[in-house]
């Protein structure tokens, strides 16, 4: 009689390595999301429409924005007016809040988006229904 040889396939170790490298995945801690911290806001910046100029910095556990500087002619806006505003990172580009204009005594909802040297900021009131944006470009 001929010899039968019946090759017989060695353990499946490449699913195991693999089911190994996939659990472990999920026991490493994963990277926080980038997030933009509030200092990114902080300096000088001009408003994109050349009305004002503003410095912002933190202001107790809130940041606020004071005019540094008014266009002549506008009347609604002084220097040394402020925004104080209540925000957190929301992205890698985005802190997002509250803010409180204390001269109209009006709070609202604020995104600011941060570029390196630009900001853009969208206020909403009434439930984010009426909203306004405007660009910013940091003053060197």
């Known amino acids: 009689m001929g010899k039968c040889i019946v090759k017989v396939p060695a353990p499946a170790r490449v699913p195991v390595l693999v089911s190994a490298l996939v659990t472990g995945m999920f ?11 509030t200092g990114a806001i902080s300096g000088s910046w001009a408003r994109g429409d050349g009305i004002a100029r503003v410095r912002i910095a ?6 606020c ?11 609604d806006e002084k220097v040394g007016d402020r925004l104080v505003m209540d925000v957190k990172p ?9 803010a409180y204009d204390p001269q109209r005594k009006l709070s609202f909802n604020i ?17 984010r229904v009426l909203c306004k944006d405007m660009s910013w470009s940091r003053i060197r």
């Open 27 to 37: 026991l490493l801690p994963l990277p926080a999301p980038a997030q933009v911290a």
């Open 58 to 63: 933190p202001c107790g556990a809130q940041i």
């Open 65 to 75: 924005a004071i005019n540094t500087w008014i266009k002549d002619g506008v009347t």
């Open 90 to 98: 929301k992205s890698a580009s985005l802190l997002s809040g509250t």
């Open 111 to 127: 995104d600011i988006t941060v570029a390196a040297n630009a900001l853009r900021t969208q206020g909403c009131v009434i439930g």
